[in-house]
């Protein structure tokens, strides 16, 4: 939450997801996130004009002036190459302060900018504004730099020699970033990361030392400030008083008919729950502000249509766990930096979460269905209970992707794992099972390659590794995954195959025809291919990128629908299909960020979810696709490898086609290459023709539509 503002005793809270209302008449939250073009916007200020209108100062989405009951009455992009730190209504203009441009004088009626102050005084051409404030004639101006401030009388505020300028108090004490302007009577204070000061006849004077300042708020002869360790209070002249709120941060404040309400925040800085607090009563309203404004970097969607979200890229963003029924948000958080850093998600077959964390291991949760997280058992899996490792220390187990096979194994990808009992830098853990039971480990002497593995892909006899610096690895592990006699395990870098346009693995997916999407740093690579004797024969290898009309060659991530190949980018979300490629960014969708970190479909709904930087989309495409296709056949039935292949005819598009054995086992995995016909000679995936007999066959299409039929092959 970045601002607070009363309006006829209700309490409007610009955050990073939109403005929230709490009235405290009725005890009714009300949340706005929907701003036409804009969905979801990052509100770092707020103010009201004097016919009643919002005005409502973005990151990166300009200028917005806003009505609860009309809705969005203007949007102005000329800031949106800025970010709007501060806003004050003052008569027919709205005073805008920008971190790169200074203050910019705003017509409310013409809906321009009709003049821009970049050099205040002394400070540096376009200090970044923090606060604004303007008492009496004098505009005051809160800089990174320390205070400024002009008559609004002044001939010209072009002129730098109009501003007046101090970065240090009369004592000498250095004010520094001011954050906050208030005024007690004829008195004006400002709040800084040093301290509090107030305005005195010959300069600024210390009232309060030491005091890190995010807020300042005046009513009659009370000043309040917003500090780091808690809220001071100073009545008159009487001395400052402390009041703490244990466990949380005061961040904003604002003054109220019941008293003053104070947004606080607890946890780590980038770790928060939310509530707003009467200070003189108590109370204590626990705001849910869901996930608009945050960063989703992995989703899943669970057997009861519960979304599950992470939020953090490495350790970078520790925001804990999202959940979402379609109504709540509930958050899973434990105010511990490395705890809450959740990289990925995975749903076992039984319908547990599986979380990994970029530092504590991994939590499995038993949710019961409802909002309530408490309600909930969580377990942790670290290196104390499991062969999970860690790596710079004995506490720092770090996960960087959990997947789920066809038999309800969880695959786990520990990420440079120095401290493993077998020495290794990137073992792979696979338990079958919970609690864990003969958990089995891959590692560096089995074949793992030397970087960081990040991104599991678990096939049926098979799985793939993406790793941060080292390519793709490959294991065929055939029959048995625990007899390891029999595997195969084959590197795929740039160096061994110049195809592959990055070494850098970011994502990886599967077709029903069996299809390999990779989302690179360079683009898309989808390729197909035979692994034999620890080789990997290429069969088709295709690369997407700026050229084929991506916007991005920065693929995050990748997800195959009926509706075609999605992908996630560093500049919108891409739709390929039919060799062609559609971009949707934040200019013309509703996608709250351009940088698409996740993506996630739900087959039940026909729902894409979308994961971005700043916020979630839902995105409602097709559950099928355009045609129907017509029976597959089978020609000649039965058939003589000798003689010939047989042929599959009438294949769908992007169709799998399987082959079994009269016992269940696969024998041979088929795809038609751009067609509607495969041909099968009588081998099975290691190229050894099989031996007579009934053989099964199963075709299945990308909406998951199953054709079945028999063949006869004759060994002659």
């Not at 070494?503 to 989302?519: C, F, S």
């Not at 024969?537 to 009309?549: F, H, K, M, N």
Request: charged content about 20%.
């Amino acid at each position: 939450m970045q601002d607070l503002l009363t309006v006829e005793g209700k309490i409007w809270a610009a955050t990073s997801g939109g403005l929230f209302r709490w009235d405290p008449r009725n005890s009714v939250f009300s949340c706005y996130s929907d701003f036409g073009d804009v969905q979801n916007p990052q509100i770092l200020s707020l103010t009201m004009d004097r016919e009643g209108t919002f005005w409502l100062g973005t990151a990166q989405d300009g200028l917005i002036r806003w009505s609860p009951d009309e809705g969005v009455l203007g949007f102005y992009p000329v800031f949106a190459e800025d970010r709007i730190q501060a806003l004050w209504a003052c008569g027919d203009s709205i005073l805008v302060g920008t971190a790169r441009n200074g203050v910019c004088l705003f017509s409310a009626a013409e809906g321009e900018v009709l003049e821009c102050y970049r050099r205040l005084g002394k400070f540096s051409r376009g200090a970044e504004v923090n606060s604004l404030a303007v008492f009496g004639d004098t505009l005051f101006v809160g800089t990174e730099e320390g205070i400024a401030w002009a008559s609004l009388n002044a001939p010209n505020l072009y002129d730098p020699a109009s501003w007046k300028t101090v970065s240090v108090s009369e004592e000498g004490y250095a004010i520094g970033p001011v954050n906050a302007i208030a005024n007690k009577g004829d008195v004006v204070f400002i709040g800084s990361k040093w301290g509090v000061f107030r305005r005195g006849r010959r300069g600024w004077k210390l009232e309060l030392r030491g005091v890190s300042t995010y807020d300042l708020a005046a009513r009659g002869d009370t000043l309040a400030v917003a500090a780091k360790d808690g809220i001071y209070l100073k009545v008159g002249n009487r001395r400052w008083i402390l009041r703490e709120v244990q466990g949380w941060i005061p961040r904003s404040l604002a003054f109220a008919k019941e008293g003053l309400w104070v947004y606080l925040s607890t946890g780590h800085a980038m770790v928060k729950d939310y509530v707003l607090y009467l200070l003189n009563r108590g109370l204590k309203v626990p705001l849910t502000l869901g996930p608009p404004g945050g960063q989703f970097t992995d989703l899943a969607i669970d057997h009861n249509g519960v979304l599950w979200a992470a939020t953090s890229i490495r350790d970078l963003s520790p925001g804990g766990l999202y959940r979402f029924d379609g109504e709540h948000w509930s958050r899973y958080a434990w105010w511990d930096t490395y705890r809450d850093a959740v990289t990925c998600i995975a749903v076992d077959k039984d319908g547990y979460i599986w979380a990994g964390t970029w530092g504590k291991g991994i939590f499995r949760i038993r949710d019961d269905g409802t909002p309530d997280v408490w309600a909930d058992s969580i377990v942790w899996i670290t290196s104390k209970n499991s062969p999970l490792s860690p790596t710079v220390d004995t506490s720092m187990v770090v996960i960087g992707d959990i997947a789920v096979d066809h038999m309800g194994r969880i695959w786990v990808a520990n990420y440079m794992a120095h401290g493993s009992p077998i020495p290794t830098n990137t073992p792979i853990v696979v338990f079958d099972g919970f609690p864990p039971k003969n958990p089995i480990v891959f590692t560096d002497r089995d074949g793992v390659p030397d970087g960081e593995g990040m991104v599991l892909l678990p096939l049926e006899g098979k799985m793939w590794l993406g790793t941060c610096r080292m390519g793709l690895a490959l294991l065929d592990y055939g029959p048995s995954l625990r007899d390891k006699e029999d595997d195969h395990w084959v590197h795929i870098s740039t160096a061994s195959f110049p195809q592959l346009t990055s070494n850098k693995i970011l994502d990886i997916e599967t077709t029903p025809d069996g299809r390999i999407l990779v989302a690179t740093e360079n683009g898309l690579n989808v390729l197909r291919g035979i692994c034999r004797e620890g080789k990997f024969d290429v069969e088709d290898w295709e690369v997407y990128d700026i050229s084929d009309g991506l916007p991005s060659n920065l693929v995050y991530a990748v997800c195959p629908t009926p509706d075609g190949i999605w992908l996630g980018t560093e500049g919108g979300l891409v739709h390929l299909k039919d060799g062609s490629a559609v971009t949707y960014t934040r200019r013309n969708s509703p996608l709250p960020d351009n940088s698409v970190y996740a993506l996630a479909f739900d087959s039940r709904t026909g729902y894409l979810w979308i994961g971005t930087g700043h916020g979630l989309s839902r995105l409602r495409i097709s559950l099928t696709s355009d045609t129907s296709a017509p029976a597959v056949e089978a020609f000649p039935n039965p058939f003589s490898p000798k003689e010939g292949p047989i042929t599959f005819r009438n294949l769908p598009e992007g169709s799998s086609l399987l082959i079994f054995s009269p016992s269940g086992e696969l024998i041979r995995s088929l795809s038609p290459k751009g067609g509607t016909e495969v041909k099968w000679k009588g081998d099975n995936d290691a190229g050894f023709l099989v031996g007579s007999g009934i053989y099964l066959y199963v075709v299945r299409d990308p909406q998951g539509s199953i054709q079945v039929g028999k063949v006869a092959l004759i060994r002659r």
